[in-house]
């Protein structure tokens, strides 16, 4: 039998990981193998053997083993494909995502906003800022896990923005990783959502003039032509000099009350959308220290809105935080175009957890958590970057994505023979469509997501497991 083309991507992304000694290093490789198959396999079927997996968990629990000596590997081919795109900048989108385990006897995991127990990861994603914003992959993660409620100490909010252990520090961490990783590769643009305004974050970004668009969250104080003003006053002021039609998608109401009121749930729909934008100064908030922070940030604002929403449907709002310039409608434009790289990370976050079954792994130590995230990291990404492949107007052939079994059951299949029409040389828009159909996706729906290529990848993983069966016995 051929070497699954999906093993010998998702091994390329670990070539050169060292963890100080060649038998965990291949052990390491073995098991990416094996979920790059299977992403969602647990580990007992990823392993195949009790030996094997015996040996797995031996690693996942190894002190010398760590998640930065996981991802180097990964991060280091990340920025190569950072340095072989044409575009003058890069997108690094930063996000946090929280990791839940139900059972008892786990150790290590700290609390959660909902009754179990886990751990936080705070991602930093490269995005190719072109119309496909393809995923070029992480180059930092950062764990987070919090302290039990009762050895918090009550602090007074000096001593809060004072402490080193402070949690959006996160933030900060996964720039300057992010920024150590692209080092003479090329300029950076940070982006992160309304949990990165803070003004401790902006000023260092400011302090080492490095690119950023971030959502802002607080009505700050502020200078504006001279006079001191609240940020929202200003922005709701300021006079629109762009419209654009935005394509925005389905999205299904949540449980969570949190996310009910920052992403209420829409129909999908083209919305019509203004932009305008202002010079201002943040002024520093009064609990921190002037030796630390300076006394006003200049910046620039961003204010995206829809001003006739459909009825009962809320309005697309964002507020924006930059240094890019304004001056034109496109440079404007542009600022907005960078903070929608943003959309990327989410769905990486949901092809960790759900694609790769991130919080389904049964191990008791958080080291050995952490661990296997950091193994399922660059699976997830490949995950991702399907969606890519598939809707490339400039697509590679066929066999860049599948290998010619998978291709021929494609071929073959009544389902999806009509993507390839008896052509000797199909692409990867052509498989991947195929790929697309099997999981369920319907031409009317527009370009097949990434969760609808996850879905019929699995069903032609067991047609292939079938065909070469049949073959055997053959």
């Not at 590997?73 to 990340?78: L, R, V």
């Not at 950062?142 to 100490?153: G, L, M, Y």
């Not at 919305?271 to 921190?288: E, I, K, N, W």
């Not at 130590?365 to 995950?383: D, F, Q, R, Y």
């Amino acid at each position: 039998m051929e070497t699954n083309l999906n093993a010998i991507k998702a091994m390329a992304e670990f070539e050169g990981i060292d963890l100080g000694h060649k038998k965990r290093d291949r052990r390491v490789a073995r098991v990416v193998a094996a979920l790059a198959i299977k992403p969602d396999a647990s580990f007992p079927e990823a392993t195949g053997s009790d030996a094997e997996l015996e040996g797995l968990y031996r690693l996942l629990n190894n002190d010398r083993v760590g998640v930065s000596k996981l991802l180097r590997p990964h991060a280091f081919q990340t920025a190569k494909r950072v340095k072989s795109k044409g575009e003058a900048v890069v997108v690094v989108a930063h996000d946090t995502t929280g990791f839940e385990y139900e059972g008892k006897g786990r150790k290590g995991l700290g609390p959660m906003l909902k009754t179990e127990r886990g751990f936080y990861g705070h991602f930093s994603l490269a995005v190719n800022p072109d119309e496909n914003r393809e995923p070029l992959g992480i180059l930092s993660f950062i764990p987070v896990i919090r302290k039990e409620k009762e050895t918090r100490v009550k602090k007074t909010a000096r001593a809060v923005q004072s402490d080193p252990e402070k949690e959006y520090l996160r933030w900060s961490q996964g720039i300057d990783e992010a920024e150590k990783q692209l080092a003479g590769v090329k300029r950076a643009i940070h982006v992160g959502d309304r949990e990165s305004d803070s003004y401790e974050i902006i000023s260092g970004l400011v302090a080492d003039d490095r690119g950023f668009v971030l959502r802002l969250k607080y009505n700050r104080n502020i200078v504006a032509n001279e006079e001191v003003a609240k940020l929202y006053d200003v922005l709701e002021r300021a006079q629109g000099v762009a419209e654009r039609e935005v394509p925005l998608a389905f999205r299904k109401d949540t449980k969570s009350q949190g996310s009910l009121k920052v992403h209420p749930p829409r129909e999908a729909r083209l919305a019509t959308l203004v932009f305008a934008a202002a010079c201002v100064s943040f002024r520093r908030p009064r609990d921190l220290r002037s030796d630390q922070y300076p006394a006003f940030l200049a910046v620039h604002v961003v204010h995206v809105w829809e001003p006739d929403p459909p009825a009962g449907e809320s309005p697309i709002e964002w507020k924006l935080v930059t240094r890019e310039p304004i001056d034109t409608p496109e440079q404007i434009l542009q600022v907005v175009d960078y903070y929608r790289c943003r959309w990327p990370i989410e769905e990486f976050n949901k092809a960790l957890k759900t694609g790769c079954n991130a919080e389904g792994r049964q191990l008791i130590e958080a080291k050995a958590l952490l661990n296997a995230v950091a193994i399922l990291v660059p699976i997830a990404w490949s995950i991702l970057h399907l969606r890519t492949l598939a809707n490339s107007a400039n697509p590679p052939p066929a066999a860049a994505v599948l290998d010619p079994t998978q291709i021929g059951v494609l071929e073959v299949h009544p389902k999806t023979q009509k993507f390839f029409n008896g052509s000797p040389q199909p692409t990867a828009r052509d498989a991947l469509h195929a790929v697309a159909a099997l999981g369920g996706h319907l031409k009317r729906n527009g370009a097949p997501g990434w969760l609808t290529l996850f879905r019929g990848y699995k069903t032609l993983t067991d047609l292939v497991l079938g065909w070469q069966l049949r073959c055997v016995e053959s």
